[in-house]
């Protein structure tokens, strides 16, 4: 499977930028997710890049670069309701099909 | 469309008992994944199934299981609980096999074992 590094915690102040960093190992990579996980919820998908570049969904954007094996969520004009965690996830080949490798998750604290 | 739906929402278990957890995937949607998530390990890939097959499975022991049935719900057992089991076990539904795919969380079962 493949390891997946992503910083514990971050936090930042309400209305500024934000960069989460992801970094993965590139063997049978195919394609990185980015997940939202508030406290006691479940999941919500965010994003989904295969090709390098960024791909922006209005204050969310995400970035890849296939050769580096590293990605982006970068959140701008932060709000109090993105304080959560935030799950990448490496799709790659597993025993049978493609499967989703997370990694432990950043925990995003937004302060007024 | 109703979202992904799990049962029981919490359960407590003891040590050696066994638990079976039912999902629900979104109506339409074929395959279902079951995760585990722990503090320490983070989410973790248990198994998927696809039309009643298990397609991948993760690396966990022997005690874990799952099975889908035609109207693709599936349900996940653990057998002779551990405490290191105790976890919040979530499922998630896709429309197709397509790996890339947005899979659909349902809100999880907590299980604890005393």
């Known amino acids: 499977g493949q390891n997946i590094d992503q910083p514990t915690e971050m936090t930042a102040t309400e209305g500024a930028i934000v960069q989460i960093n992801c970094t993965y190992q590139?063997?049978?990579?195919?394609?990185l997710f980015w997940y939202q996980q508030h406290a006691g919820e479940a999941p919500t998908f965010l994003s989904y890049?295969?090709?390098?570049g960024l791909e922006e969904k209005g204050r969310f954007s995400s970035f890849l670069s296939r050769s580096k094996g590293y990605s982006y969520l970068l959140l701008k004009e932060l709000q109090m309701k993105d304080s959560a965690s935030y799950l990448c996830a490496s799709l790659s080949p597993g025993a049978g099909s493609y499967q989703l490798t997370f990694g432990k998750g950043t925990k995003l604290s937004v302060i007024p | 469309k109703a979202g992904v739906t799990q049962t029981p929402r919490y359960l407590i278990k003891t040590r050696g008992q066994q638990v079976t957890l039912s999902c629900s995937p979104i109506s339409g949607h074929r395959s279902v994944s079951w995760y585990q998530q722990t503090p320490g390990q983070g989410l973790q890939f248990l198994f998927e199934y696809f039309s009643e097959t298990q397609r991948n499975k993760g690396n966990f022991p022997g005690r874990f299981s799952g099975r889908q049935f035609s109207n693709s719900r599936s349900e996940m057992n653990v057998s002779t609980l551990e405490l290191g089991d105790s976890a919040l076990y979530l499922c998630?539904?896709?429309?197709?096999?397509?790996?890339?795919?947005?899979?659909?969380f349902g809100p999880g079962t907590r299980l604890t074992v005393l």
């Open positions: 998630a539904s896709r429309e197709t096999g397509a790996p890339n795919n947005e899979q659909f």
């Open positions: 590139t063997s049978g990579f195919n394609g």
């Open positions: 890049n295969v090709l390098d």
